[in-house]
């Protein structure tokens, strides 16, 4: 496991003792009709209809917050799926864009949100739900190298935070080559909260406003 991979699945399981129930489409789809009533085309499973906003869902996963669709890559700790169907394409272009701000503050390579994995990772904490992150990729050969190889040449990686019932992103972007690491944490309006990841942010905000109390 590459040195991103490990630094990045420790704030994972970090984070998972304070995750809250983001805001995702977890309806269980519908059973099939039965073919007297499809009218002699084959029965289909409807998607999750729930929406966020309004709009349509930021992910489709089951009630055990996992895609309807097997993952494209899989190990003992960690599953890959491709984005398509199991993010919003909205909420997908969003963070391409989020992305892409956070990494011309170093002059690096944009994404086009089109090369992107969700990636799970086991847990053994709480209700034992995976821990969700998108990560995006600027070609589909770093994709492969930091999915399949043993380093990452680049990164931007994307982990949900919900607090309040606001959702929050912690943005890791990095370049290998230029020796680039940043984190930071963005509110539901794209703004710049702070330079490190949200869960980190929020908890010392806590813990300041609570010394301050004291006094």
Same mark, same amino acid.
């Given at each position: ?29 519908p059973p099939p009709k039965p073919a007297a009533e499809a009218k002699g085309e084959p029965a ?30 899989? !190990?003992? @700790? /960690? ?17 391409? $864009? =989020? ?74 972007? !990095?370049? @290998? /080559? ?17 330079? $490190? =990841? ?18």
């Open positions: 496991m590459n040195t991103l991979r490990f630094s990045v699945l420790s704030v994972l399981l970090g984070l998972q003792c304070l995750w809250l129930a983001p805001a995702w489409a977890s309806d269980a789809p289909k499973a409807d998607k999750p209809t729930r929406t966020f906003e309004g709009q349509e869902p930021l992910f489709y996963f089951d009630s055990k917050r996992r895609p309807y669709i097997e993952p494209f890559h899989k !190990t003992e @700790q /960690e599953e890959y799926f491709v984005c398509r169907g199991v993010i919003g394409e909205w909420f997908r272009q969003q963070m391409a $864009e =989020e992305a892409n701000m956070l990494a011309a503050k170093d002059g690096l390579e944009k994404v086009t949100g089109s090369t992107c994995a969700v990636r799970l990772v086991a847990t053994q904490h709480g209700k034992k739900l995976p821990i969700v992150s998108v990560e995006l990729y600027v070609n589909s050969n770093v994709m492969r190298s930091c999915i399949l190889g043993d380093s990452c040449p680049q990164s931007r990686t994307v982990i949900m935070y919900v607090l309040d019932k606001t959702l929050y992103r912690s943005y890791f972007i !990095t370049d @290998q /080559e230029r020796k680039i690491r940043r984190t930071y944490c963005l509110d539901n309006k794209s703004k710049i909260l702070a330079k $490190e =990841e949200c869960w980190h942010h929020f908890f010392d905000k806590a813990a300041k406003e609570k010394t301050k109390d004291k006094h």
